[in-house]
């Protein structure tokens, strides 16, 4: 997945003889309000103003009234596309609390959002603080792997569990949370196009965090069988360490020509990462070529784990993009996956 924002695609069903991925038209975007789209950024309150508010956590929902935090983990976010996103969540009835160095941009890598140290310092601050609920990346690019070894994980570890969202490069954040015994949500991010101007794609996410009730996902068969276990996984770059012995992993990826697809692949292949997956939820490959070529690389590396394979999930980087689970209990079945253990006879 190259750096940077990159346009939403959508994903053709894979060319298997099986009932093909329901299709979603995608409307467009109605703003909020006057009031909403005023927002200016102010640096966030102290640690003392904070804890005279604390955070609500429990049932890892979000409600009305929350308190948000926003950060940019890797790229620089588009200020008006930041402040447009930042007035949704506010329509959505929450107080967005920015990160200190959410508008900074790196002073010699111009695509980076502000130094490392800060980057990392934000991402813990949001990780940790006690008056939020939830932790929103702004947008992906590039630079989350750079901050992984300078975030404090073990005040993370020590905090109360928050919603998280991010998705792209954010993949690696995932992974160390998720570990933890969090559960996240890959899906559309507030400062992209794919939150701002994508209203059924923010529209599922607003159901994922509210409702905890995602619904159903269903794409193409490509290996039939069943598999529950915990999900993993998000952009096929970005994957590093193994998943966790009887895994479910989603996979999805953007602007990667069938051959580095493969390369990644085998990488992964010859590396062991698959050995202990139960299943594996194949999401959109936008701007991946010709895809009856991804889908035949997909078939020829994948196919002979002899695991279930469900493909043309939409999820990813794509238009209409459903917001995924990880690191809860999914169960596949086929064409769908659902959240939660399967039913018992």
Known sequence: MPAGPTPAGTARPLTVPTTTAPTTTVRAAEPPGPRALRLVHSAPASRTDHESRPGRSGDGLLRAGDRVALIAPA????PG?????????EAWGLEVVPGKHLTDTHPTLPHLAGTDADRAADLTEALTDPATTAVFCARGGYGCQRVLD?????????APPKVFVGSSDTTVLHDPLTRLGRRTWFGPMPAT?????????????RRALFTGDPGPYRGTVLVPGTATGPATGGTLTLLDTPPPPGAVVW???VDEPPYRLDRMLTALLRRGWFHDVAGIALGSFTGCGDLTDVHAVLHDRLAGLGVPIVADIPFGHCAAQRTIPLGVTVHLDHNTVTTGEPPRD
């Not at 596309?81 to 969540?89: C, D, E, I, S, V």
């Not at 300078?150 to 020590?158: H, I, K, P, Q, R």
């Not at 196009?193 to 996410?205: C, E, I």
Request: proline share 8%; no cysteine; charged share 20%.
């Open 75 to 78: 790229g620089p976010a588009a």
């Open 81 to 89: 596309m930041l402040r447009a996103g930042t007035a949704w969540l």
């Open 150 to 158: 300078l975030v404090d994980w073990t005040a993370v570890e020590n």
């Open 193 to 205: 196009p794919a939150f701002v101007h994508d209203g059924p794609a923010r529209d599922h996410l």
């Open 251 to 253: 996979l999805e990826d």
